[in-house]
């Protein structure tokens, strides 16, 4: 399908070649994306390296527009045996796309990577930036990481994000409101906190943001302490530390401002989460912990801070999937059976599920593909993601078994009997509401979250948020 128009844009106008480039005839109406400089008030020097980009510079805005093209919200570059392996991830699918030679993918990072206003030539520690750049006249941030591998060379990862879609709001991620109002209960008494976890590129700093914006702003003072490097938070103030100040300090200060609730930096040290844990009496605050799952990030908070304070001021940790969505104009009806029903425990009035189109009975030559019935979709059948939820509550009964018995599979059970969200349980919810199929919750949930974080990944350094 290369070539082919996002059929989900309004308007696929002609392609105007970027400029010093030919029009490529065998892709005529393919858009080109456009550079506008780097992120962070960096300077791009492209003149210093003017040789490196007249080798790699259409080749990186080549890949980059078939990205687009293509709806991919990730790209990977990772030198393997001589070549360098380029995937795009599509609505958290890998899709593979032809290896570069080795020399000029390499060129093609260091290309992205000045863009970026990095240094190309320091391939010895990882670095984060980002672009500028407009697509079919929309706005966006990539958002560029690297780093080094074996044998000299680095990797790289580009993160398309449309800079006018903000998800920052309960409704804007499609939380369900009774999950809304519990968060504001737990943070309306000035005290108690929430942690939010997940795994990697799970869009936990999104799940974060909008936790932070399940508290009335108008009835709460609500003050942003950490660093999110451009993006802008709706209804809150910044709080700058004075320098020097350390954390007790500036708590006490914020304090003084009548501070309702905190929004921090990621949780990555025991001595934060000490002070943290120890303020949370004062004060409630919400918070990113980096941890696949809510068992681990509440594992790790007890050895950090022990689990007298963590039972007395933590309130929840919650955590999200990222579920394919049905394409809407080709998804298929069906009437469930009771049985099927009684499993999901849906209610046994529902009346109709939706599922992805059937493949043609393969002996008819004659009976229409997949692809040739949806054309929005190309007959992937989905298209977009929406998130399932789960939120560990810590509950007087959550305490005990916590207290006694601290299992991930004892506390899954508890959860389960006091009715508290868990992940397959909202995930049938997208179910029911049309969003997705059961194939598709059965396929996310066995291919299980992962036990770690890719083997290779880089330490983070100070940077934009995932
Ligand atoms: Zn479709």
């Known amino acids: 399908m290369a070539g082919k128009p996002d059929p989900q844009k309004a308007d696929p106008k002609k392609p105007v070649p970027a400029k010093g480039q030919a029009p490529d005839q065998d892709a005529p109406e393919l858009e080109q994306v456009l550079f506008q400089g780097p992120l962070f008030g960096r300077e791009a020097n492209l003149k210093a390296h003017a040789k490196l980009v007249q080798a ?70 990882p670095h984060l930036g980002g672009i500028k750049a407009e697509f079919d006249k929309l706005t966006f941030n990539l958002m560029i990481d690297t780093a080094p591998v074996a044998g000299g060379a680095e990797k790289l990862r580009i993160k398309l994000e449309n800079r006018k879609v903000v998800r920052q709001r309960p409704a804007e991620v499609g939380m369900p409101d009774s999950m809304k109002t519990k968060i504001r209960n737990m943070t309306s008494e000035r005290s108690g906190i929430v942690l939010v976890c997940g795994p990697p590129d799970s869009g936990t700093t999104t799940l974060s943001i909008v936790a932070l914006h399940c508290v009335d702003p108008y009835l709460y003072q609500v ?181 006694t018995n601290r299992t991930a599979d004892a506390i899954r059970k508890q959860m389960v009997a006091e009715g508290q969200t868990t992940l397959q349980k909202d995930a049938i919810r997208l179910v029911a509401q049309g969003k997705t199929s059961l194939e598709e919750i059965q396929r996310v949930f066995s291919s299980g979250p992962p036990k770690k974080p890719p083997a290779k990944a880089p330490p983070r350094p100070p940077g934009p948020p995932k």
Request: aromatic share 6%; proline share 10%; glycine share 4%.
């Open 223 to 403: 003050f942003n302490l950490a660093d999110l490097h451009g993006r802008e938070l709706i209804n809150v103030s910044d709080f700058k530390p004075e320098p020097g100040h350390d954390m007790e300090l500036s708590f006490d200060r914020i304090l003084r401002r009548e501070a309702d609730v905190l929004f921090m930096n990621p949780l990555t040290s025991p001595q934060d989460a000490q002070t943290i844990f120890r303020y949370g009496e004062k004060v409630a605050f919400i918070m990113e912990i980096p941890a696949n799952t809510p068992f681990e990030a509440l594992t790790k908070v007890i050895e950090w801070v022990g689990i007298d304070l963590v039972l007395k001021n933590l309130r929840c940790i919650l955590t999200q999937k990222l579920i394919r969505k049905l394409c809407d104009d080709c998804k298929q009806a069906f009437r469930p059976n009771p049985l099927l029903l009684k499993k999901l425990g849906l209610p046994p009035e529902t009346t109709v599920l939706y599922r992805a189109p059937q493949p043609p009975p393969p002996d008819d030559p004659k009976a229409v593909t997949i692809e040739e019935l949806c054309a929005p979709c190309a007959g992937v059948p989905y298209h977009g993601r929406a998130a399932a939820f789960e939120m560990l509550e810590i509950t007087d009964t959550m305490k005990e078994v916590i207290a």
């Open 56 to 125: 790699a510079l259409v080749p990186v805005k080549q890949l980059i527009s078939e990205a687009f093209a293509k709806r991919a919200h990730t790209i990977y570059m990772e030198p393997r045996e001589g070549r360098v392996a380029t995937r795009f991830i599509v609505d958290g699918i890998p899709v593979p796309v032809a290896p570069v030679p080795g020399p000029k993918g390499m060129a093609m990072i260091q290309v992205v990577k000045l863009l970026a206003g990095l240094d190309p030539n320091d391939r010895k520690s």
